[in-house]
């Protein structure tokens, strides 16, 4: 699919990959906010029309991926996650890259995505160009019950 740097390469992912995508998710999002999807949701959502699953690997290692789907000319990140030994490299920024790139191709003109209120991501989404389209108020569950708004960005491709 692609190279990126520090032999980083992208491939497409799929039901084999997804013990691996559990534990990077595990590890990248803070279990306090119950932002990860369970195995069943990320198996459940392959088969529709427009999903993908991104790896990052490095050599045989997965260390990050990205899901995400296209419908007619709109497309949304479901998730995107790298392991935290692996942050830091740029390797967030390719698969966010692939992503735009992936769904101009195939005709989308519009990305979307929702990110927790507070979250250190807002910051990396923002200097790549996404913008707040909106706030879903109490959206996230922590859990000690705690409700922390989700935050909707878009960016036109």
């Not at 909106?134 to 959206?139: A, C, F, N, S």
Request: glycine share 12%.
């Amino acid at each position: 699919m692609a190279t990126a740097p520090h032999h980083v390469m992208l491939r497409r992912g799929g039901y084999d990959d997804l013990d691996a995508v559990m534990v990077v998710m595990e590890r990248a999002f803070d279990a306090h906010y119950g932002e990860a999807w369970t195995r069943s949701q990320c198996a459940g959502i392959l088969p529709m029309l427009g999903v993908s699953l991104v790896l990052a690997e490095e050599g045989a290692t997965l260390i990050g991926f990205s899901l995400h789907r296209t419908i007619s000319d709109e497309a949304e990140l479901m998730l995107l996650a790298v392991d935290p030994t692996a942050q830091g490299r740029g390797i967030g920024r390719m698969l966010l890259d692939q992503f735009a790139d992936a769904c101009g191709e195939i005709g989308a003109r519009r990305l979307h995505l929702e990110v927790r209120d507070g979250n250190p991501a807002t910051h990396f989404y923002e200097t790549a160009g996404f913008h707040v389209a909106g706030r879903r108020r109490r959206y996230y569950c922590g859990d000690g019950g705690d409700r922390i708004d989700a935050l909707t960005y878009v960016k036109n491709i």
